[in-house]
């Protein structure tokens, strides 16, 4: 150890998944950010993707090996034996552990324990989203020393220099860490957090496993047959949302206040910035980005902008997270709104192939209660939006809707279940019911805390859109899986009902 030359991995656990779900890879912006400011600080860094292993390590003994765990969730990526080998090799003086999900939450908590096994003194740190929110669940188990509270871009450099001076964690903002046996935790100063995004470092893209992805054999990141896979990578023009819609983390990010900093609001990056990052990837070999900004279509021109640049580039693109259907509508006849065809047209020639199509409810009450009152259904046709996107345009569309809020009722989940219906008649590639769960770092957390939805020792291990988490719905947690099921099949075409039930990714 030296505290000259300290030397960091940053590293995605290994995953937990139903045997329904399809494994997907590490290798999220959050860490590529941190990797990319330790090494601008000319501090050592390895990055390891724990689902895929390490260069010695084959997918077949890693992403592709799936372990059954006692608590029924299928568990891929190193075992503890190889991680416990790569951590002895590599004599890391300092491990940053990347949890952004809270079904991850065992895996982060592995690799910690294992960590602290191989060398008490290594300094164990975790951060994201969920370690956040759960940051005494980190800290009492004895194996993380310090949660970083909020976006760490510039504060990683600042953990891992106390480190080196050897002073106390009191002097960072932040963070998080035991204290006496008592959790402290530094609010974040506003000179944390990066305003101006331009400034960010570059992610460290050329440190992911790239040879290992690609032989993967398949778009990891999409579940519609006949998405060719190429070389793909994360990439982010912005940071928040505009919305702060209670089941999401933006919630509890829109507040001077708030333990994770006033980050919620949308932040842009300048155009010249987003085709920095785009050049760089394309050097790397990369033909697929996944746009991954909460909000990707909030600013139309900026938009437009990037699209059109990129699509020049002969780059395929797609969607993750950020599409929000308002962003489609513009004003129409009679105070009504319409689909905007010249941006489903930018999109399409941008190569937008499938988007997600956020509908969320079909109840304006749970819409405008919930979700930001981002749709107005009264004024706003979503089964047309649905038609021009896809018979128009030829784009494929994957529904979401969300059934289980606490005071949710059966027949607004019945309401769901009719647009679906109308929605897959429209042109619908599937849709997908999911139950609506309060993720740690969300206000709908706090509240399902507050209200008695969820009790403080909730498993996390449940956390996932398969299992009602919440107790005292008004529809209760039996009926809400069994509607479900049923809206799934009843809703679903019979072939892709079919399809998914013989590649066991059906729901
Ligand atoms: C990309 C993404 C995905 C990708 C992930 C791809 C992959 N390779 O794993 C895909 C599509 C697969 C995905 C899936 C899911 N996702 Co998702 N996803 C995201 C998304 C949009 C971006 C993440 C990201 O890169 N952010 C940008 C980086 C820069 O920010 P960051 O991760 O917060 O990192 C910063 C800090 O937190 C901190 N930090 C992070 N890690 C560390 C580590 C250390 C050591 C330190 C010091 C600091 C630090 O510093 C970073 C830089 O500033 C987020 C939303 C969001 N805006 O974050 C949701 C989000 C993480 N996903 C979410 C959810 C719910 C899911 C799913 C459950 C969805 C579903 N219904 O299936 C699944 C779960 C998958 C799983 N493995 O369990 C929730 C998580 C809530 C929770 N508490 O669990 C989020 C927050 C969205 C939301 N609306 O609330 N997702
Ligand atoms: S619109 Fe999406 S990203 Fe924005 S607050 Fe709502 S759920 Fe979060």
């Not at 970083?148 to 860490?177: C, P």
């Not at 494929?396 to 679906?420: H, R, S, Y």
């Not at 719905?473 to 799934?488: G, N, Q």
Request: charged fraction near 25%; include cysteine.
């Amino acid at each position: 150890m030296s505290r000259q030359d300290p030397k960091v991995l940053l590293i995605y656990p290994p995953n937990q998944l139903m045997d329904i779900e399809i494994p997907r890879p590490g290798g999220t912006l959050s860490l590529l950010y941190l990797a990319g400011a330790l090494r601008d600080a000319d501090i050592e860094v390895n990055l390891l993707d724990a689902t895929v292993g390490s260069e010695s390590d084959s997918l077949q003994d890693t992403f592709f090996r799936r372990v059954m765990q006692p608590n029924g969730l299928t568990r891929i990526g190193m075992s503890a034996g190889q991680l416990r080998a790569y951590f002895e090799k590599g004599k890391y003086d300092i491990i940053g552990i990347s949890s952004i999900f809270t079904s991850q939450t065992r895996m982060a908590l592995q690799v910690a324990r294992i960590a602290k096994q191989v060398n008490p003194e290594t300094l164990v740190i975790s951060g994201g989203g969920n370690a956040q929110a759960l940051s005494s669940r980190f800290l009492v188990s004895g194996d993380v020393d310090l949660v970083s509270t909020s976006e760490s871009d510039n504060l990683i450099v600042h953990i891992v220099r106390a480190w080196q001076k050897g002073s106390s964690f009191d002097n960072l903002d932040a963070v998080a860490f035991l204290k006496d046996g008592q959790v402290v935790t530094k609010p974040v100063r506003p000179e944390t957090i990066c305003r101006n995004l331009d400034e960010l470092p570059i992610p460290a893209w050329d440190m992911l496993p790239f040879g290992k992805y690609d032989n993967i054999g398949f778009s990891t990141r999409s579940n519609t047959p006949g998405v060719e896979p190429s070389r793909y990578a994360p990439i982010m023009t912005s940071r928040g949302c505009q919305f702060r819609c209670l089941y999401c983390h933006n919630s509890e990010e829109k507040n001077p206040t708030s333990e994770r900093g006033n980050i919620g609001h949308l932040r842009l990056k300048s155009i010249e910035r987003v085709m920095q990052e785009v050049e760089i990837l394309r050097s790397l070999g990369v033909r697929h980005l996944y746009f991954e900004d909460d909000s990707l279509l909030a600013k139309k021109e900026r938009t437009t902008n990037i699209f059109r640049q990129v699509t020049e580039m002969d780059m395929q693109i797609s969607n993750i997270n950020g599409v929000n259907l308002a962003h489609f509508a513009i004003p129409g006849p009679e105070d009504k709104l319409v689909p905007d065809q010249e941006y489903l047209e930018i999109m399409k020639q941008a190569g937008f192939g499938e988007f997600v199509f956020p509908v969320e409810s079909a109840s304006q009450r749970i819409l405008d209660k919930y979700a930001s009152g981002k749709l107005d259904l009264s004024r706003f046709d979503v089964v047309e939006l649905m038609r021009v996107a896809t018979q128009e345009k030829g784009m494929k569309c994957l529904v979401n809707i969300m059934i289980g809020f606490p005071d949710e009722t059966e027949e607004e989940m019945l309401q769901g279940v009719e647009l679906a219906k109308q929605l897959i008649d429209a042109g619908a590639t599937y849709v997908t019911f999911f139950i609506v769960t309060p993720f740690p770092g969300s206000k709908l957390f706090t509240q399902a805390i507050e209200g008695g939805y969820l009790s403080e020792d909730f498993d996390p291990d449940r956390m996932n859109w398969k299992n009602p988490v919440m107790r005292n719905t008004v529809v209760p947690p039996k009926r809400i899986v069994e509607l479900r099921d049923w809206a799934w099949e009843h809703v679903n075409t019979p072939e892709y009902v079919q399809s998914r039930r013989s590649h066991q990714i059906g729901g």
